[in-house]
């Protein structure tokens, strides 16, 4: 899940195909249905995006009561209006009456907390919760912005390699040489510092042994000469998320797939080839093209069915984009990656969205 920003932009608007009454606010890619003649282009307004849980004040204002997601209808989803996807809120709330948003989108203020929005967090099921303990040392996994939030992360043409997004939760390892010990944890708890205490109840536990992850991050590090190896895995299949890809994990058949590889070595952490370090010893999420970066070609990936299964059970989730060759971007102030999602997955019933 992406970092969430409030922020004042410029809009780009276009007509609604299907609607005299309604027009599209452009901010990057993203569209955003809003009443007809409300903005023009050029004109600045506040952005509020998707998994957004906004106070009960802001919703009676903006006209929304029991219009948005959740069990308490708070939450910014995307939706279909009239056929056309909307994702995100374009708005110019009260409380920033006497704000120039024209010079706070030059600036990238973050409206936020001052407006009370906060950042939906999903609720954690029973397997994959547990006891947990301080790990300040967890090699960190990062969120991964959208690309259409953000389409100048990567250049036109510019060499990029897409891989298959999973619907599961992410598990992250973390093995240390020094002490031949491994430490599990989720993104959620990751991001605090924090790691799972071995139980094989835990989901993302049984998936490590299952598969014999921390053997092979044991053999990474000395092959590698690293003080500390990252392998950061998505475990899919029944009871982990609507989508299972015919993972029955119910049957102790969890899916698992590896997404990224970092390591310590010399001191400085590197993001490294998952496919050239662990391919062959552990499974790899689907790799479905390496060639120069075309925006409309990554959405066309993002969308149809998922490749996990060989039976195509599912609509795909979307997308993971990383330049051939790793490197920093200024857009995101860390790793040039990125991700664009299906549509379908976004308006889909009933799904799930655990982490």
Known sequence: MSTLRVTAEVLTVHEHPNADALDLAQVGLYRAVVAKGAYRTGDAAVYIPEQ????????????LTGRLAGS??????AVRLRGE????IVCRPKALADVDLAAAAADGT???ELLGITKWVPPVPPTMNGDIESAPDLLPWVDIENVQRYPDIFTPGEPVVLTEKLHGSACLVTYFADEDRVFVSSKGFGAKSLA??????NLYWRAVRGHGVAEVA???????GARRVGIFGEVFGAGVQDLTYGADGRRDTLGYAVFDVSAEIDGQVRWLDAAELVGGELPLVPRLFAGAYDIERVLEF?????TVSGRELHLREGVVIRPAVERYSPVTGGRAIAKAVSPAYLTRKGGTEYE
Not at 85 to 88: N, V, Y
Not at 302 to 306: I, M
């Open 52 to 63: 957004a849980v906004l106070p009960a004040e802001l919703i009676e204002e903006l006209g």
């Open 196 to 201: 799972l205490q071995e139980d094989p109840r």
């Open 218 to 224: 044991a053999r990474l590090a000395e092959r590698l």
């Open 110 to 112: 973050d409206f936020a």
């Open 85 to 88: 996807l909307s994702q995100g």
């Open 302 to 306: 993002a969308s149809g069915r998922e």
């Open 72 to 77: 308490r209808a708070d939450r910014v989803k």
